[in-house]
């Protein structure tokens, strides 16, 4: 008997009918002889509905009210997928956050898991239930509701499979599984069968939105085996995300495209080229839990440098502020400045630590196109550059083609 | 300094703007010198729509289930009306019912409640902020949410008032008052400035909508004062639910006319007349947590007897079912027969207790109508009768105005 952790989306849970559809998959699941553990997301539109609501009593919501209200967005649909299952005479039993009970921090609105009690819920398994879990929410040491952020119900997904070391936690979303990039920008984007966490990690942290960026992590640590696949279709097999790497001869080099639209750069300039500098820059930030992403220093000259990284869009007007205010004169830097209409591409690949010629190839791909490249980082598996925002649709599709990733292989 | 339990209805915190009228009555109230315990109910049309989505799920929706998502309703309000009060300087914290934590029995969608924990709300009080708690939920021994069925809100603020010892419980609400009887139905119907819990209860239970029932009777077992004001209107004083009565020489011999339009009449026709028969009938009925409101017996002949009650007429279907498979050839009764098309209409008045001819004033006004008097039953301060429900509002009007409720006293 396998124990299988199902997590179905906003999209998937949107209306009352999509919501019997999936206790019928769910129901088909057990009936194949699993255990079925199933964490849902708020349906659709319903997160944004609650957040405009707090937003029209307070223009930036307090984080612990925002949570409470924002987390019964999931409640509702653990009550509804439980009511269908019953009603399709499958025993089934709902947990809030709270009530598994999935123990975070207290950072509101970003709030990361700490430990997931596994009692009941083994307990409602062996005695035949199916447990609907709702994702995206957990509860402090005080007991306050705290919410994992947008995205947080993979998160739930994978840390309910690890909990429970079941044998396989499948996303279930609207799209039928991880694609060379999104096909959206370009049609001849394929899906991928397989891909690794290496490259699923760098996919999902650089803004294919296919699967939140901390499930990954927590599925590569705890070595949960992760599948993706749509809830709209009856047959596929989705994309697998696991730890081998494709062992064909003719492998992909490049596995595909990644972008974000959400970053925005920012620079320090004229900073004493000194041990401890990046920290007393960046400290500041932390505190403020804003996420960092790009982080660029370049060698010195004079005795300063500058520095240069790349945060969400919506911390832009934050972290600019804090700088200004806890940093510039602090350090002595010579002028803070900063681009909110940056954009980040990435071309992610396995195969790039046996095959040269890479970087090469995606900067004259995309000079031949006129687009200027303002900030390049580089990890063994990607290479990332920011371009102007502007040209990001048409950096996608050149590099696409580039890279050979149109091809059937 | 006192301390004031306040509690809003769905139609004061229907929109954002009425929520910041809420925070901001609350706040002068605290800035009065109070502290101040807020219970919320879901916005308006929230609780509808919740149960409305459930029953597109499951016609009868799991019970337990059920809880869980329309508890959702409170959630939202709590978190809405803390954020106004942050946004308006005063410091609020809120709670959902499980972490009052309010504790209550295991009937899901009719949960009573056992013990309320003060402790967090005594130190946060104790520290400036205002308490804001979700109405109408609990939590069981087991940790399930749990509701209080409808108007469950008002039991809810009471049951705090009664446990934190509070100076005063004010019921916020569309109407200013507690009336002679519904204004829609008679507009000369006045506003009463004070009402003793007897009259009050009566009042309730007959069906005049402004309190819960058990909000009253918690109200009055543990003598919390109890004031109804409407939350539109900035000034009045509404009206007082008090154990004095009123001590005017020319007190009004009756408080008022309360009916009830949901009332469902089931007569268990030939009942052997022996001792334990009453139990017989309607141990069952409570088994199945329906509410039995008006209970009459008369004397038997031939050694039998037939045996009337009324429930709710949402429950009509169901009672009758029950008593057709488990009563009727369990005592040997010749059948059940009922009638879900019948009102009651009551008089109340403490009053009444020092006045004679009240029963038949009331007997010979519904006679000149044409009205027929179904059932009739009786206590010290109130006379009910069970009408064809289509003579109900004539029977209101009429009655009000023969005991002179329309004439200012």
Do not use: W
Not at 254 to 263: H, L, T, V, Y
């Amino acid at each position: 008997m396998a124990l299988i952790v199902q997590k179905y989306g906003g999209t998937s849970v949107g209306t009352p009918e999509r919501i019997k559809n999936v206790a019928r998959r769910v129901a088909r699941s057990v009936a194949a002889g699993n255990q079925v553990v199933v964490v849902v997301s708020a349906m659709s539109g319903e997160t944004n509905r609650l957040i405009g609501l707090a937003k029209e009593i307070q223009a930036n919501p307090d984080p612990r009210e925002l949570d409470v209200m924002v987390s019964t967005g999931e409640q509702v649909t653990i009550g509804l997928l439980s009511m269908a299952l019953i009603a399709a005479g499958q025993k089934a039993r709902s947990y809030t956050g709270a009530q598994v009970r999935i123990l975070t921090d207290s950072a509101f609105t970003k709030a990361r898991i700490l430990a997931i009690d596994e009692d009941k819920m083994r307990a409602d398994l062996e005695s035949g239930h199916v447990v609907v879990v709702a994702g995206f929410q957990g509860v402090d040491e005080q007991g306050n509701i705290t919410t994992l952020g947008r995205g947080g119900s993979d998160t739930t997904g994978v840390a309910l499979a690890a909990a429970l070391k079941a044998d396989e936690c499948q996303i279930y979303t609207d799209v039928d599984g991880v694609y060379t990039t999104d096909p959206r920008i370009v049609p001849e984007a394929r899906k991928l069968d397989r891909i690794t966490f290496e490259e699923m990690l760098e996919m999902a942290s650089l803004g294919s939105k296919v699967l939140q960026i901390r499930s990954v992590e927590f599925a590569g640590k705890y070595k949960v085996k992760l599948r993706v696949l749509s809830s709209f279709q009856e047959e596929g097999e989705g994309t697998l995300i696991t730890t081998e790497e494709n062992n064909k001869m003719e492998q992909p080099i490049i596995s595909g495209i990644a972008f974000n639209r959400d970053e925005a750069k920012i620079t320090v300039l004229g900073v004493p080229d000194r041990p401890g500098i990046a920290y007393q820059i960046l400290g500041p930030v932390a505190d403020a839990n804003i996420d960092v992403d790009m982080i660029i220093q370049n060698v010195g000259h004079d005795g300063t440098t500058d520095f240069s990284f790349t945060v969400n869009r919506g911390d832009f007007a934050k972290t600019k502020a804090i700088l200004e205010e806890q940093v510039k004169g602090h350090i002595g830097a010579r002028d803070i400045v900063g681009d909110n209409r940056t954009a980040k591409v990435s071309v992610v690949g396995v195969g790039m630590r046996s095959h040269v010629g890479i970087a090469s190839k995606m900067f004259r791909t995309l000079s031949e196109e006129g687009i200027n490249i303002q900030m390049i980082s580089t990890s063994e598996i990607k290479i990332s550059v920011v371009i102007d925002e502007k040209y990001l649709e048409l950096a996608v599709r050149v590099l696409h083609k580039a890279f050979d990733l149109d091809q059937v292989v």
